[in-house]
């Protein structure tokens, strides 16, 4: 199971800090990240993780690249997102994902930004931001 938390609405310029926990199943080898959905537009990958990576195995979408982190520094089995300078455009409903596979079975060898290829996701947690 994946629990988001963290979302919340604020102005335009703010920051704001989503925190994924996992329960039930461990991802210590595995692909897991963040996702969105805006009203009335499809989803979007926001930044994916190897969760026992580096810190370097990290891959952000390029309409996010700059303004969203996942940090190096964070607990096992959680997956967080940092989300700064938020705009407007950045209102969505913002989703934890794993992908159950461990990552040594991955093609390429890295994560990928296609929600296709997790499985595992959480309800979602809101984000709204005001100008």
């Known amino acids: 199971q994946l629990v988001e938390s963290g979302g919340a609405s604020v102005q335009a310029g703010g920051s704001l800090r989503l925190s994924c926990l996992a329960s039930g199943d461990t991802y210590r080898e595995n692909c897991m990240g963040w996702f969105r959905q805006a009203p009335g537009k499809e989803g979007e990958g926001g930044a994916v993780?190897?969760?026992?990576?580096?810190?370097?195995?990290?891959y952000y979408a390029d309409a996010m690249k700059g303004s969203v982190t996942i940090p190096r520094d964070h607990a096992q089995n959680t997956v967080v997102l940092e989300i700064n300078s938020l705009k407007p455009e950045d209102t969505a409903i913002y989703y934890c994902a794993a992908n159950s596979q461990p990552f040594l079975f991955v093609p390429g060898g890295r994560c990928h930004l296609v929600e296709d290829e997790y499985d595992r996701w959480g309800q979602g947690t809101q984000v709204t931001v005001s100008s």
């Open positions: 993780v190897h969760t026992a990576g580096s810190g370097t195995n990290v």
